[in-house]
């Protein structure tokens, strides 16, 4: 039967067929149910199920006829009819089907892994034509085996030649008790099972031998569509108990993970060499370098709609590919199994950049962590011998030695001695009782209140110090009589901040990289997007950090295991304020001067009339002092209230919602409607817990004996009545309206006030607590531009060496001489990681891409609202500084009285360079490189202030406030090149020298050292990979 002609397919209402010719139970799944079903929904696919009985029993002549064909092997398949089927309508094929027969022994798979330069554990071959069959090349011995002379010391693994025998063996070393693992497919919740007496190997039949990789317990498995694409999950290795972790559904516990470039690459290469779209492989991280230890051939993920979606937009690009070009252009903006839209204003924002020339490079972020509990903290002395007991428990029996107690067991013991320790009932108005002993009781019944908090220890935020204070005794007899107990709690994320979080992730996905919001998710799964997260040491921070990530590549599940994945603590450069401590304790008391006794001074570089920031604590109100009095009133009548409600609080409605687990909360973006309907506050906190954190605000704001003010209260007292407005207007609190107001405008005078009194002053501080952050966003502005300009280079030498392969008399003994024109993987010495990683990873001529050169680093540094206040004042007031004079701001005039204006950075606040390449201009020319500076005030304030508003209740009754768009900090058409920006900022940053060496890439080495032959390998393997899908259009 002749080959019915293909041309009109996809024209006049045509549809693409596609042949699924598989069987039933490998149809009937789940996965492959998802993706052939959102495939038909485009509209420009007709689906074909070729059933069983067609398969094993009709003729091939009979069966479907198909313009594209999805078929691959499984148990009782018959690939020789398939292929002949394939050979005799030629349609497109998904997966080839040649290459299947590789997939069934171990052996040409791992020969087929080197051949193409692919990473594979050691290993060594015995090969048996009969069991039991002796060996002279292989020995074994009690802790090794030796094959042909290569000796391979427990552990090693064990694994059968055929590659459908999945009974795998670990033999473990007689020092660690030997004994043998026994690796299978799941039944039930088990994965592996121990046999402590099994201590030689098999001899039934031929196996693998190699050494074993530790995975610190992880297994990395890695699904490709096509060699553009891949994602990859990790789960629990079944080396460690065997025993399958699960969630609530019954379904194996999986996270998704990010791969390394160079993992990226090993995806691509293989899904190249085997010649299968759609692939599964398995990969093992161990000691910094990765390899593929199996190859599974067609394998889809579960239970990720993320992945359905993006393998459904592959697998219709490559068919609309091969059968109808025309319309392969586009991917519709929005899909038709789901609607997507951006959630913010993107005005401040340029899309691709100033014209088609300009390509997106780099995207660097800093982002304040999202909205928080108030921050607290409880100071008392204590006598007691029971909580001194503990303290010397702790600290090593040291009686000078402060303890820290941080961890479940330490906090447990705490709690059973203050529980010991609390007074049973609370005395009277009437009480003789001392003041004194009044109070450290309702200090211990508070420290009772906070380690109660939650029902356990897991997910609350709280640490206590015991600092000796006194001592009795002498040398050995030394004993601590009285000790400082400091009990630090809240700031913790909530339910709103891990949506505020979340939503800007996404917000960045849509509106940070080019494309129709789908173009950073592209980016990502390819090997051009590199990029890495890094948090303070702060758990309300990270956790922020992991929100965000899962909203910008689309990631499912909980925070946790995209924490443990995708974010990189780093508190030296996020975290603290010791550096400045000086200065902002100046700076503190020329503010306290200024707000108590309304003393301003003009700054030398300009008139407050003209530039109004210029002067000493600009932003102050002119009313302040009149303003603090207004304050202490108003906190005083809101403190009283709370002080009713927990009196008249029940010990059973308390115990009834003690068990309320922050952990649990972090999973959650909607609020406790049950705790809110039943009249508590939100979140863990109690009536007791929310008395103590306003009466502290009351007593440190005011010290009426000695009419002194403390105006570092004052952000404080602003936090506490934003949290309450935002999670707990229910409880009707009067004048919390009134003291929100008033509170806010003293804040927005003295909070950016304490970062520095003046300009002079903010670049001063903001250089010291910003300036290992700085020096890293200028390294990350330099390797982009460094690799941007390899990847130029590497495209003038590909056209140079066309041009002059042609020529048929060129003198084959010339050469390029310059050293930056090395081809890459030729393993010069000479060349550094960095430089190898981005001439290979970017060069067109491997790259199967339309844009191999869009290659996007991003760089995003979560931190606290003290580093997105330094590096904003560097920002705007680096030019004042001596060794600048005469140079203009990196932010334009109308931005800086927009700053000036803006006061308050709030939750999610952040600042984005974006660093563009223009492609047209040459090498050398300083606007080659642009940078894009854009902010955003963070959380958006304006429900709070203006409650008539039908959005605004809505936001208040689900407890969030929206995060304000981006807004440019330079003028439209304005040209600030990395060079001027290098320049403006070198006096402030951290030189590259003081930084740690950089790592090389992980697993890379291996690739750069192959020889000049296996990359061309590569590459006529990749022309003839496009040339087969060709074919298929006939």
């Not at 193409?116 to 802790?143: H, M, Q, S, T």
């Not at 927005?748 to 006030?753: A, H, K, L, R």
């Not at 932010?891 to 999610?908: C, G, H, P, V, W």
Request: charged share 30%.
């Amino acid at each position: 039967m002749e080959v019915e002609e293909g041309a009109s397919v996809g024209v006049g209402g045509g549809k693409i067929k596609v042949g699924v010719c598989v069987m039933e139970k490998k149809v009937s799944s789940s996965p492959m149910g998802q993706i052939l079903d959102r495939l038909e929904s485009f509209g420009e696919f007709e689906i074909l199920h070729f059933r069983d009985k067609v398969i094993l029993e009709d003729p091939i002549e009979s069966w479907p006829i198909c313009d594209c064909l999805i078929a691959f092997h499984s148990s009782g398949y018959p690939l020789e009819k398939a292929q002949a089927y394939a050979a005799l309508r030629k349609p497109f094929l998904v997966n080839e089907l040649d290459p299947q027969y590789l997939l069934h022994d171990r052996r040409k798979v791992y020969e087929h892994l080197e051949m193409y330069g692919i990473p594979v554990p050691r290993y060594a071959c015995v090969n048996r034509k009969v069991p039991n069959e002796d060996l002279d090349y292989f020995v074994e011995e009690e802790d090794f085996v030796e094959v042909n002379g290569e000796r391979f010391w427990k552990p090693f693994v064990e694994k059968p030649v055929n590659g459908d025998d999945h009974s795998i063996m670990i033999y473990y070393p007689s020092s660690a008790g030997g004994g043998m693992k026994e690796l299978f497919r799941k039944i039930g919740n088990r994965s592996s099972e121990f046999h402590p007496d099994v201590r030689r190997v098999r001899r039934e039949g031929s196996f693998i031998y190699e050494e074993f990789m530790s995975t610190g317990g992880t297994d990395v498995k890695v699904y490709t569509v096509g060699p553009e694409y891949a994602h990859a999950e990790a789960r629990k290795s079944p080396v460690v108990d065997g025993v399958v972790m699960r969630n609530t559904d019954g379904k194996e516990v999986r996270y998704p993970v990010l791969l390394t470039p160079a993992e990226k690459q090993m995806a691509r290469q293989l899904c190249i060499a085997f010649r299968q779209t759609v692939c599964g492989f398995d990969l093992l991280r161990s000691e910094g370098c990765s390899y593929v230890c199996d190859v599974n051939g067609w394998s889809f993920v579960k239970n990720s709609y993320k992945y359905y979606d993006d393998a459904a937009c592959v697998l219709r690009k490559m068919c609309l590919d091969a059968k109808a070009p025309h319309l392969s252009s586009t991917l519709p903006p929005t899909l038709p199994w789901k609607f997507n839209k951006p959630i913010q204003s993107n005005k401040g924002l340029t899309r691709q950049g100033n014209g088609q020339s300009e390509e997106l490079r780099c995207v660097i972020a800093v982002i304040r962590h999202g909205d928080r509990t108030p921050k607290q903290k409880v100071k008392l002395n204590v006598t007691e011998e029971k909580l001194l007991n503990l303290m010397l428990k702790y600290n090593g029996g040291k009686p000078r030695a402060e303890t820290k107690l941080k961890s479940a067991v330490q906090l447990q013991d705490l709690l059973d001695a203050t529980r010991m320790l609390v007074p049973r009932t609370r005395p009277g108005r009437e009480s003789d009782s001392d003041p004194e002993d009044l109070e450290h009781a309702e200090k211990l019944r508070q420290v009772k209140a906070v380690l109660e908090e939650g029902g356990n220890f897991s997910g609350i935020y709280r640490k206590v110090q015991l600092k000796p204070m006194k001592w009795d005794g002498e040398g050995e007899k030394e004993r601590p009589v009285e000790a400082l107990m400091i009990l630090k709690y809240g700031g913790v994320l909530t339910h709103a901040g891990r949506k505020q979080a979340e939503e800007l992730g996404r917000f960045f996905r849509y509106n940070m990289y080019p494309g129709e919001g789908t173009g950073l998710l592209r980016l990502h799964s390819t090997y051009r997007h590199d990029l890495k997260i890094y948090s303070s040491d702060e758990g309300r921070v990270q956790m922020s950090a992991a929100a965000f990530a899962k909203g910008l590549l689309d990631l499912e599940g909980q925070l946790t295991p995209i924490l443990v994945s995708l974010v990189s603590k780093d508190s030296s450069m996020l975290d603290g304020l010791d550096t400045a401590s000086t200065e902002m304790e100046a700076a503190k008391a020329r503010l306290n001067e200024i707000v108590t006794c309304g003393k301003k001074m003009i700054n030398e570089h300009g008139s407050s009339e003209e530039f109004p920031w210029m002067t000493d604590g600009a932003g102050v109100p002119p009313n302040a002092n009149e303003l603090l009095r207004e304050l202490v009133t108003l906190t005083k009548n809101v403190t009283e209230q709370v002080r009713i409600l927990a009196m008249d609080e029940k010990e059973n409605l308390t115990e009834q919602y003690d068990m309320y687990d922050q952990a649990k909360a972090l999973g959650k973006t909607n609020i406790d409607s049950d705790r809110i309907a039943s009249g508590l506050p939100c979140g863990s906190e109690g009536f007791l817990l929310m008395f103590a954190r306003w009466i502290k605000l009351a007593r440190d704001l005011y010290n009426e004996r000695k009419d002194r003010f403390d105006i570092t209260q004052i952000p404080d007292i602003y936090d506490s009545c934003k949290y309450d407005l935002l999670h707990n207007s229910h409880l009707g609190l009067q004048g919390l309206d009134e003291l929100f107001k008033v509170a806010q405008l003293l804040a927005d005078g003295v909070i950016p006030n304490e970062y520095g009194i003046n300009p002079q002053q903010k670049l001063k501080i903001g250089s010291k607590v910003a300036r290992r952050l700085m020096g890293k966003i200028l390294i990350d502005l330099r390797n982009t531009r460094e690799e941007a300009m390899s990847v130029a280079e590497l495209k003038e030498q590909h056209v140079s060496l066309s041009l002059s392969s042609s020529k048929k008399h060129q003198d084959k003994n010339i050469s390029p001489k310059r050293d930056d024109l090395r081809r890459p993987g030729t393993g010069d010495k000479d060349e550094d990681d960095d430089d190898k990683e981005t001439k290979y990873r970017l060069d067109p001529k491997y790259a199967n891409v339309k844009t191999p050169e869009r290659h996007v680093r991003t760089r995003l540094y979560f931190t606290s609202e003290s580093h997105i206040h330094s590096l904003m004042n560097v920002l705007r007031y680096c030019n004042l500084d001596e060794s600048l004079q005469g140079e203009e701001s990196l932010i334009s005039q109308n931005a800086l009285e927009r700053l000036f204006k803006t006061k308050e950075l709030d939750y999610m606040s952040y600042i984005v360079l974006r660093l563009f390449e223009n492609t047209e201009v040459s090498l050398e020319d300083p606007k080659r490189f642009r940078i894009e500076l854009t902010f955003s005030r963070g959380a958006d304030l304006s429900p709070l202030e203006e409650k008539n508003d039908d959005e605004a209740e809505s936001l208040m009754r689900e407890h969030t406030l929206p995060i304000m768009g981006p807004e440019r900090l330079q003028e439209v058409g304005s040209c600030l090149t990395l060079e001027t920006m290098e320049k403006m900022v070198h006096p402030f940053a951290m030189p590259p020298e003081d930084f740690p060496p950089a790592s090389a890439p992980v697993g890379f080495s291996g690739y750069f050292s192959k020889s000049a032959a296996v990359l061309e390998r590569l590459v006529k393997l990749f022309h003839s990979y496009k040339n087969s899908s060709s074919d298929g259009k006939s």
